[in-house]
């Protein structure tokens, strides 16, 4: 099975230009392809996992990767999916986070030796002259067809500024540049950029009399079809200092079973025969899909020590009822705790809900157990009486999620 096909196989591909093309050029490993990173945060998250791991398995094939980050398209925010406009950042933020993708992505992409470039697109998009720019370019885009792109259509029902109008021309420069400059030859990018990479292609067909191409990624949705890699708490980071080892590795563990399989071929790197045969497993067998899937992806983004860390926690408390220093953990002043904290105080602080609200739901509906027992109270306070033999009180919330409440 050549590369591309190994691609079909795990469900990756979506769309493409010309698949032939495509085909070859990645298998022959010719391909000099980019995926764009708008530096939004601090940290990547779960939504850009998968990108990341497509530039791992072309890097591999002996294509050449190209990372490009957005610190000038951050600067107007991608309207794509957006009910309203994203929260303008500083240069100075958005500069932060540059420079924290860069490390991050240093986990998965090899850039020594010239095998991958890492470049920013501030480096040509901010010092542009808007009218020398809107001459060269303008003309080769029609606004008719523009309106008709998906990654526009919601915000069209709210209001879309001019500011983020301008973002497909910008992301369609990039590659006009990025072909130009560094001989890249294909973009990658999720489902819901093909409006914007069709840009690109036509901008160099129309600019420069050639052919470039453009492949999009399956979006990572679950079996509801919402995006994964959201929490009750938020995003899942891959800063461990976001989301830690742990909870990185518990929120893979937990994924639904009709997820597991999927994101085993999407995500990892075991062979696909090996997650083929894991098809036809149920019940406490899938459970051990879910495990394999935790550790790979943990072993992927925190390494080998952190994975084994989070493996071990994950098993002793699921499988032998014990508290590992690895389990989220809350600390108070020990004369704080000796005096008593309600449990939606503790729910809050320990983020296993948003509000006092959420919590009170979550104890009504009988969601929430501390050391074994169920709380039925929402006024129920918890002391350094109520410790379990480990020193803790262990709050369970559901069937998966654990936390432990410590006095310093």
Known sequence: MNTYEELKARGLIAQVTDEQKVADLINKGEATFYIGFD?????????????????????????????????????????????????????????????AFKKQMSRFIDFEDDKALLVNNAEWLLDLNYVDFIREIGPHFSVNTMLRA??????????????????????????????????????????????????????????????ASAMTITLLLNSEGNKMGKTVSGAVWLDPEKT?????????????????????????FLPLEEIEKM??????????????????????????????????????????????????????PKAELDEGIDILTLLVDAELAKSRGEGRRLVQQNGVSVNGEKVTEIDAT????????????????GKKVFHQIKAD
């Open 382 to 397: 918890f002391t350094t009486d109520d410790y379990n033999e480990d020193g803790v009180i262990l709050i369970k919330k």
């Open 244 to 268: 830690s080892p742990y909870d990185f590795y518990q929120y893979w563990r937990n994924v639904d079973d009709a997820d597991v399989i999927k994101c085993l071929k999407m995500l990892t």
């Open 39 to 99: 530096p939004t945060a601090d940290s990547l998250h779960v939504g850009h996992f998968m990108a990341l791991c497509l530039m791992k398995r072309l890097q591999m094939a002996g294509n050449k990767p190209i990372a490009l980050i957005g610190g000038g398209t951050a600067m107007v925010g991608d309207p794509t999916g957006k009910t309203d406009m994203r929260q303008m950042m500083t240069k100075e933020t958005i500069d932060h986070n540059v420079e």
């Open 150 to 211: 998906e990654c526009y259509k919601q915000r069209m029902e709210k209001g879309l500024s001019f500011l983020e109008f301008n973002y497909m021309i910008m992301q369609s420069y990039d590659f006009y540049k990025l072909f130009q400059d560094y001989g890249c030859n294909l973009q990658f990018g999720g489902d819901d950029q093909w409006s914007n990479m069709l840009g690109g292609t036509e901008l160099i067909r129309r600019k420069l009399g050639e052919d």
């Open 279 to 332: 098809e036809s497993w149920e019940g406490s067998e899938l459970n051990k899909a879910k495990e394999i899937l935790a550790y790979e992806l943990t072993n992927l983004v925190h390494g080998e020590e952190e994975a084994k860390k989070a493996d071990a926690a994950a098993k002793a408390m699921f499988e032998n009822g014990g508290v590992s220093g690895d389990i989220p953990t809350t600390t108070y």
